[in-house]
């Protein structure tokens, strides 16, 4: 990076040397995370459960986290100390996930959970958090309880706003009258989404036109889609992850029904390598995003993308999910550096526990943890378009719909919570 012109005071010159030099000079380390000794102090540990097979990969997101807390070890650590990543994959499984969330939190040096990214693990380790005195910063929340756990506070959007996201797109700039959903069965995942849809899609006086919840993994696209075409929708929106998406997409593709439907995407979409997966058909397909453009050249993002450049492998996503494992580790790391003193369970979760409006030019509006009973911090979401191999953004940060947000919009307010 190109280090600025400050020729005020030459403690500010050696800060800046320090801070935009490259290699090593008397064994310290210049990173994009921290400028230090490389941490070789007492670990903290973090702790994540997500869900990386089963019939789906959502692991971007702790890729992305490991990838931050290397490169702040790198740079010094917190105080010296490196953070120390325990990632445990529940494989789609509610009963591994239980047992996955029992054995980090009988972990006595694990402080937090930090980057996690489960379809199924919040409905069990929201309670044993509780029990154990810990503060889950989760990367990716996907089902319900993810959301409405006092425990759990997701850095993303989740499924159900942004699926009331697209909605309002299909339905407020395109038109719509005939929507229908495409969505997965995991219990409170596809349901809850699919409902908020409704509970919007009544607000402007208007009904489903059919919504199809089908096992994980579409095996067979064609009939998936056909099934949801059955009431004659004129706007479809896709709830999976990209890869299920992709398979609809090409099925529509081969039923030539771009023209005839309007398809709106949730932010799994929302991936470099996706446009290259359904192919040039699609341009001009809308996707929800719930965090920035993957390509702002805005302090916290690129900081994100040089991370995953220096840090993660070249296979690993650069997702709007790599985003919330990034954003999550660094709430974490900026919050424990601010606080400092006893780095402990105890004080950890005092720490996040009172987290309010955290800004990153990722989100559209603060993010905060707070003694809230619920969590869903970020709300407010964007829209961007397939254009040229890539994507370019259409419409920014843009309120959501979601009937269900009302009473969690007055708390924000009551408590203060965005700052």
């Given at each position: 990076?190109?280090?600025?012109?400050?020729l005020?005071w030459w403690?500010?010159?050696?800060?800046?040397?320090?801070?935009?030099?490259t290699?090593?000079d008397?064994?310290?380390?210049?990173?994009?995370?921290g400028?230090?000794?490389?941490?070789?102090?007492?670990p903290?540990?973090?702790?994540?459960?997500?869900?990386?097979?089963?019939?789906?990969?959502?692991?971007?997101?702790t890729k992305?986290?490991?990838?931050?807390f290397?490169?702040?070890?790198?740079?010094?650590?917190?105080?010296?100390?490196p953070?120390e990543?325990?990632?445990?994959?529940?494989?789609l499984?509610?009963?591994k996930?239980?047992?996955?969330?029992?054995?980090?939190?009988?972990n006595?040096?694990?402080?937090?959970?930090v980057?996690?990214?489960s379809?199924v693990?919040?409905?069990?380790s929201?309670?044993?958090w509780e029990?154990?005195?810990l503060?889950?910063v989760?990367?990716?929340?996907?089902?319900?309880?993810?959301?409405?756990?006092?425990r759990?506070?997701p850095?993303?959007?989740?499924p159900?706003?942004?699926?009331?996201?697209a909605a309002?797109y299909?339905v407020?700039?395109?038109?719509a009258?005939?929507?229908a959903?495409?969505?997965?069965?995991?219990?409170g995942?596809?349901d809850?989404?699919q409902?908020?849809?409704?509970?919007y899609?009544?607000t402007?006086?208007?009904?489903?036109?059919?919504d199809?919840l089908?096992?994980?993994?579409?095996?067979?696209?064609?009939?998936?889609?056909?099934e949801?075409?059955r009431?004659?929708?004129?706007?479809i929106i896709?709830?999976?992850p990209?890869p299920?998406?992709a398979a609809?997409?090409?099925?529509?593709?081969?039923?030539?029904?771009?023209?005839?439907?309007?398809?709106?995407?949730?932010?799994p979409c929302?991936?470099?390598?996706?446009p290259?997966q359904?192919?040039?058909?699609w341009?001009?397909?809308?996707?929800?995003s719930e965090?920035?453009m993957?390509?702002?050249?805005?302090?916290?993002?690129?900081?994100?993308?040089?991370?995953?450049d220096?840090?993660?492998?070249?296979?690993a996503?650069?997702?709007?999910?790599?985003?919330?494992?990034?954003?999550?580790?660094?709430i974490f790391?900026d919050?424990?550096?601010r606080t400092?003193?006893?780095i402990?369970?105890?004080s950890?979760?005092r720490a996040?526990?009172?987290?309010k409006?955290?800004?990153?030019?990722?989100?559209?509006?603060p993010?905060?943890?707070g003694?809230?009973?619920?969590?869903n911090?970020?709300?407010?979401t964007?829209y961007?378009t397939?254009?040229?191999g890539?994507?370019?953004?259409i419409?920014?940060?843009t309120?959501?719909?979601?009937?269900d947000l009302?009473?969690l919009?007055?708390?924000?307010?009551q408590?203060?919570?965005?700052?």
């Open positions: 990076m190109r280090c600025p012109r400050r005020v403690a500010a010159i050696a800060l800046v040397v320090s801070a935009c030099g290699g090593q008397g064994g310290a380390a210049r990173t994009a995370c400028t230090g000794k490389p941490a070789t102090g007492t903290i540990t973090v702790g994540a459960i997500v869900t990386a097979s089963g019939g789906i990969d959502f692991s971007s997101a992305a986290a490991k990838a931050y290397d490169c702040v070890n790198a740079g010094g650590g917190i105080g010296g100390r953070v990543y325990l990632v445990e994959d529940d494989g499984n509610p009963q996930a239980s047992a996955l969330a029992t054995k980090l939190a009988g006595r040096d694990l402080v937090a959970l980057g996690g990214s379809f693990a919040c409905g069990v929201g309670p044993i029990q154990n005195g503060f889950d989760l990367a990716v929340g996907v089902p319900r309880a993810c959301f409405e756990s006092p759990i506070a850095v993303n959007a989740g159900r706003v942004s699926a009331v996201a309002q299909a407020e700039v395109k038109g009258r005939r929507v959903q495409i969505s997965n069965r995991v219990p995942v596809g809850w989404t409902d908020g849809v409704r509970a899609l009544r402007k006086g208007l009904t489903s036109a059919g199809v089908h096992d994980p993994g579409v095996k067979d696209a064609t009939a998936v889609l056909l949801a075409m009431g004659r929708p004129d706007a896709l709830q999976d990209a299920d998406d609809i997409l090409k099925a529509a593709q081969a039923q030539g029904l771009k023209d005839k439907v309007t398809f709106v995407c949730l932010t929302y991936d470099t390598t996706f290259g359904v192919g040039s058909y341009e001009g397909f809308v996707s929800n965090f920035t993957l390509d702002a050249g805005t302090p916290d993002n690129k900081l994100w993308r040089r991370v995953m220096e840090y993660a492998d070249d296979k996503p650069r997702d709007s999910f790599s985003q919330g494992g990034f954003l999550a580790a660094k790391v919050t424990l550096t400092g003193g006893t402990d369970r105890a950890v979760s996040l526990s009172q987290v409006g955290f800004r990153s030019d990722l989100l559209c509006a993010w905060y943890f003694r809230a009973a619920r969590h911090a970020n709300h407010d964007r961007i397939m254009k040229g890539g994507w370019s953004k419409k920014d940060c309120p959501t719909q979601d009937p009302a009473p919009l007055r708390e924000e307010k408590l203060g919570l965005t700052g």
